[in-house]
């Protein structure tokens, strides 16, 4: 894990590079993208691809976006056609996209969009070059927070308190349960896969103490999930921080998990070993997406 992007509408992508020192494995701003495209503002990333929204000019609070998935340990990047969402909404904030990428599989990738209500999803795949339009198995839910894409699945927490899952042919719709516990908490909660495991992590704020609490998904099919581990914030953060303390993601490789506290402070904490790493301070760490690099040969019509 070499980092975080941030949904930053300025000129250029900001990175937040977890070394700390030196720089980044790879081009964290894009440059190789910046001949072709204005403006760039990562959306997501999933397996050492990211999916960018951009724009043919700087005005874009005006003009109509379009997608573009890169990969910026190689430098190449593949266009995508216009997503037929996105031409019948006029309200484009309404339209979320998520990317789909194994590295075990590199030679494909999929997009997965939906409407905030999934009435209209659709689903563009890169062995194909076009987007298909399917019928939503996901009624009245409403996502939240970053997906996680494991096992050919897309996973996405919602405000009802469910995980939700499709594959990538948009065929098979389920849902998973949440432990019971936490619905208590004073957030939504969060997910994210590490080692090959679904986990879901929220901040627990009652009147006596405020804690961090991590389940793993130790039992798929039957949705049973063990408790991984409990700290009380004022631990990470100290005493007079914890009410601004929420989660970034866990480490894919390792049990680590990332958390800032709302001012601009990050930490690192090793629920194995209990230690705590501040990993720097920037403005704000919203939106803020985990990044892997990948060196994995593109599909053979990218750039």
Known sequence: MAGFFLRNYGMRPCFINLSGRGQPLVDPFLSFLRESFKLLIPQHCCGGLVLCKYWES???EEDEYNLVVCNPATKKWAELPP???QLQDEDEEEVEEYLCFDPAVPSRFMVFTHTWDFTEVTIYSSDTGRWTTVESGWIDKTPIGLPVFLNGTLHLMT???SIVTVDTEGKVWGQIDI???MRDSSDYPFIGQSQGRLYAWCINDNVDVCQLLVWALEDYGGAKW???DTVNISELFGRDRYKYVEPLAIHPDCDLIFLTDRRGKAISYDMDSKKVHVI????TFYGAI?????FAEWPSDGH
């Open 179 to 181: 432990p019971g516990n």
């Open 159 to 161: 405000t009802e308190y």
């Open 280 to 283: 720097g301070t920037h403005e």
């Open 58 to 60: 700087y005005c874009f």
């Open 83 to 85: 997503n037929p969402i």
């Open 290 to 294: 985990p990044y892997v690099p990948c």
């Open 226 to 228: 063990a408790l991984k």
